[in-house]
């Protein structure tokens, strides 16, 4: 049974915080590298941040660097988003994702349900 479940969205003020978390369980294949996705109302969905499960490096979106971080447990398969200062702008359906290795590259080919983000100003 494959799963990828995300919780920790919610309604948080301009300049709160909330953590994100997935945890993808069931997969039969490796997973080469993580991350979470954002889709706001009548957007195009964006990618915010990746993790490479095995070496642990990490990726950004500019609009979150300095903001967000992403991290994972030492399952590898249990990641995080803590977002810091958020904006208005940052609102929206954030998605977790899971890639596998094509060509030396996290190609993503599967996400989960989402889980919303709603910040007030």
């Known amino acids: 049974q494959v799963q990828l479940l995300e919780s920790g969205g919610g309604s948080v003020q301009a300049g709160g915080s909330l953590r994100l978390s997935c945890a993808a369980s069931g997969y039969s294949y490796s997973i080469y590298c993580m991350g979470w996705f954002r889709q706001a109302q009548g957007k195009e969905r964006v990618q915010v941040a990746r993790?490479?499960?095995?070496?642990?490096?990490?990726y950004y979106h500019d609009s979150v660097k300095g903001r967000f971080t992403i991290s994972q447990d030492n399952t590898k398969y249990t990641v995080h988003l803590q977002m810091n200062s958020l904006k208005p702008e940052d609102a929206g359906m954030y998605y977790c994702?899971?890639?596998?290795?094509?060509?030396?590259?996290?190609?993503?080919?599967?996400w989960g349900q989402g889980t919303q983000v709603t910040v007030s100003s």
């Open positions: 993790i490479y499960t095995a070496g642990g490096s990490t």
């Open positions: 994702a899971v890639g596998v290795a094509i060509g030396g590259s996290c190609a993503f080919g599967d």
